[in-house]
């Protein structure tokens, strides 16, 4: 079970109106990811299921940034914590890019 990370942007299209749009990609830590957030069950984080995909705003994810932070401080593997500052990097990107969303795609 891994969790890999797409960071999107929404963009106008001229044929289709809004459409979601691909811009960073991890899926270099994802088992990593998976077992770092294992037994997470309080705040934004909490709400990412390993099995299906979830999708933070630019408000989830800076929600988000103190939790990975934390995380951090707790996780010594480092595969994990080589996931976790992936994650740091994704979630600030999206928090400074408007209209984008961060999905968390599970397995």
């Not at 691909?22 to 088992?31: F, P, Q, Y």
């Not at 705040?43 to 103190?66: C, K, M, S, W």
């Not at 951090?72 to 994990?80: A, G, I």
Request: charged fraction near 25%; hydrophobic fraction near 40%.
């Amino acid at each position: 079970m891994g969790i890999e990370l797409e960071l999107r942007v929404r963009q106008a299209s001229r044929n289709k109106g809004r459409r979601d749009t691909v811009v960073r990609r991890s899926h270099a830590h994802g088992d990593a990811l998976a077992r770092a957030l294992d037994g997470v069950s309080h705040g934004r984080l909490a709400q990412v299921d390993p099995y299906r995909d979830t999708r933070f705003t630019e408000q989830d994810a800076q929600a988000a940034l103190p939790e990975v932070a934390a995380l951090l401080r707790e996780r010594t593997l480092p595969s994990e914590q080589a996931a976790l500052l992936d994650l740091a990097a994704m979630l600030e990107v999206c928090v400074t890019t408007p209209g984008s969303s961060l999905w968390f795609i599970g397995d």
